[in-house]
């Protein structure tokens, strides 16, 4: 069963919505100046809220951080009681070594590269990340943008890549393409955020629908 990933929560009832839904991750923005940026206040209600609601069935809770300073980041974890942290930024590996937490790293894929050339340098960093023990998420390289794009890229690329490793496709993912995504592509995990909003805000009925797709699929 593909996992899947709902990104970007920032209130307690649609991140229980999307908990009941059967989210294996649920994840929390905490890069600075962000649209889906949330306060540590924010972060602590809604892991109260789920915790309280659903015990050991809770998903597990990932905050975002890109390059923030290695404290700050032990410090939102501990004080929230995240689970995983997922790095977005140009963390080095001796940075991970100093994260609490176990972490997803975000890759982003240069798709305006040539195929070869895109597969070959994500697989490199795919090996540097697993290789430590780490997730690996993909997503579309946009410059400078820190975290997610909502911009799909070339999907022969990251099938290749998952025919090779463990990986979680994001990028663009919306409920009517999720399907597709994962019999093109057989990543271990799918990612979303702004594919289940509306007018930027998240939207129940879409996290539903998301959800009922990748489960449909399997």
């Known amino acids: 069963m593909t996992k899947f990933k709902i990104c ?23 890069v600075p100046g962000v649209l889906r940026e949330i306060t540590q206040e924010i972060a602590q209600s809604i892991i109260q809220t789920l915790r309280s609601e659903l015990g050991s ?4 809770l990932v905050g975002l951080f890109a390059d923030h300073p290695i404290d700050e980041v032990n410090r939102i974890v501990r004080q929230c009681g995240l689970d995983m942290a997922q790095l977005c930024g140009d963390e080095s590996v001796e940075y991970w070594a100093y994260i609490d937490i176990p972490i997803i790293k975000q890759i982003k894929i240069r ?17 540097e990340v697993r290789s430590a023990g780490h997730m690996v998420i993909l997503d579309k390289y946009e ?27 994001a990028g663009g993912l919306t409920p009517k393409n999720v399907g597709r995504a994962i019999q093109e592509v057989h990543p271990v995990g799918v990612d979303v955020s702004s594919g289940v909003e509306t007018a ?14 990748v489960h449909r699929i399997g």
């Open 143 to 169: 410059q400078g943008a820190m975290g997610g794009t909502g911009k799909t890229f070339d999907w022969i690329i990251a099938k290749r890549l998952a025919n090779m490793h463990d990986i979680i496709l």
């Open 111 to 127: 798709d305006e590269d040539s195929q070869p050339d895109s597969i070959k340098s994500a697989s490199r960093e795919i090996e």
């Open 200 to 213: 930027g805000v998240k939207d129940s009925s879409k996290i539903l629908d998301f959800a009922n797709e």
């Open 57 to 60: 069935l809770c998903p597990r």
């Open 8 to 30: 970007g929560l920032r209130d307690p009832d649609n991140a229980l919505v999307a908990a009941k839904a059967g989210a294996d991750f649920i994840g929390m923005v905490f």
